[in-house]
């Protein structure tokens, strides 16, 4: 039976998932799943052993060994093997959620955090695109839309970063479920989701953007207690990010380190028009061209958001602009392809454009193509995920 029949008789209220729509978005997403770790994994042992013969220079060769475990996973498999005070002031812009996370399931694991780490990141890479496959489901009922929708999304060129020990795939579970239960007007569920977002990354705090959209949403036809609720459904996100900062000046008094940590490494904030005609010019000269390779994927971001805001809810197209706006806005955008996997709606505007076997196919193949050139790259220290 389709996923969308299965969602949409899941139950009488709006926002509920019942077993078997998520044993049927199980179904639709493990393949696509499994395909970015058969894809990942060799790229990874192919630069271990590039490393191994010694052809690269020794700050390549560091992170093609580390693999899985270098560029930012190593800070959060650090975090959650020794603590925020181990490693310093530098360690402080990685939000807590994730490595406590790590840290909880290493136990089970017999104290290995590194296998840890990346059980916890593949699993929720998992859990990420089955709530993206069943949401998708509900708001269009249509289930190869759907199952599409996951395939983008593992296939897009920064989706290696969800097989390595980042913290990117769980806050996809958050920030979909999340979704799931703003549509659905649980409001009380959406204010623990958005918490639980904003400790798990900064960019959670945007979370409040579709929040406020779907609570403004028949508003004034509503009673206090639901009032209440969308109030603390806005508030869910801010609530987790300004905890974390309040724990920071609590303990190490730097309440606001991992603002002034990121404004180092990204230069400031700058006005993003400014900043795509940055890398524009760059192209154009041929200088620091590995910097402005990332505008074409800043300008495909751009024009699905106006496909969002023309074929989704307007709360999806809201949240893809104020993530893409945050992304676009430092001086330094490396990571560009990560931070816009966070605006899950873009992914969906894509599918919507994707319609077609042919068009499928050719678009498939071409992100393979780049997932593979993207996680290469990585593993051989000329990309920063």
């Keep these: 039976m389709p996923i969308s029949q299965y969602v949409n ?107 840890s780490l990346l059980v916890v990141a593949n699993l929720s890479d998992l859990c990420g695109l089955v709530l993206l496959v069943v949401l998708v ?48 007007h649980r409001w009380w569920w959406a204010m623990v989701f958005g918490i639980l977002a904003g400790l798990t990354r900064p960019i959670g705090i945007l979370f409040a953007i579709p929040a406020i959209v779907e609570a403004l949403s028949g508003l004034w036809e509503v009673g206090i207690r639901d009032r209440i609720a969308r109030a603390a459904a806005v508030a869910g996100g801010p609530m987790g990010v300004v905890g974390y900062l309040s724990f920071l000046g609590l303990y190490y008094h730097h309440l606001l380190a991992p603002i002034h940590i990121e404004q180092r490494h990204r230069g400031g904030f700058t006005d993003p028009l400014v900043t795509l005609y940055h890398e524009a010019s760059m192209l154009i000269s041929g200088h620091h061209l590995e910097e402005a390779l990332h505008l074409p994927w800043a300008l495909l971001s751009v024009a699905l958001i106006v496909v969002a805001f023309w074929k989704l809810p307007a709360s999806y197209g809201a949240f893809a602009l104020a993530v893409i706006l945050v992304a676009l806005s430092g001086h330094n955008i490396d990571s560009f392809e990560r931070y816009a996997m966070s605006a899950f709606p873009l992914v969906i505007a894509g599918a919507c454009l994707t319609a077609g076997p042919r068009v499928e196919r050719l678009v498939l193949a071409g992100l393979a193509a780049s997932l593979v050139a993207y996680s290469t790259l990585a593993f051989l220290h000329l990309y920063v995920p």
């Design 137 to 184: 489901a509900r708001e269009t009922g249509d289930d190869e839309l759907a199952t599409r929708s996951a395939w983008l999304m593992s296939l897009a060129p920064a989706a290696f970063t969800y097989v390595m020990g980042y913290a990117e795939a769980t806050l996809l579970v958050f920030t979909v479920a999340g979704f799931i239960a703003l549509r659905g």
């Design 9 to 115: 008789r899941s139950s009488n209220c709006r926002g509920w998932l019942d077993r078997d729509s998520l044993r049927l978005g199980v179904s639709a997403a493990f393949f696509p799943w499994l395909v970015t770790r058969l894809v990942v994994i060799p790229m990874v042992y192919m630069a271990r052993g590039i490393a191994t013969k010694g052809h690269l220079p020794a700050s390549m060769a560091n992170v093609a060994r580390q693999g899985l475990f270098s560029w930012d996973a190593g800070w959060y498999g650090s975090i959650a093997a020794h603590g925020y005070g181990f490693l310093g002031y530098s360690s402080l812009r990685f939000f807590p959620l994730f490595p406590l996370i790590v840290k909880a399931v290493s136990f089970v694991l017999l104290g290995n955090v590194r296998l």
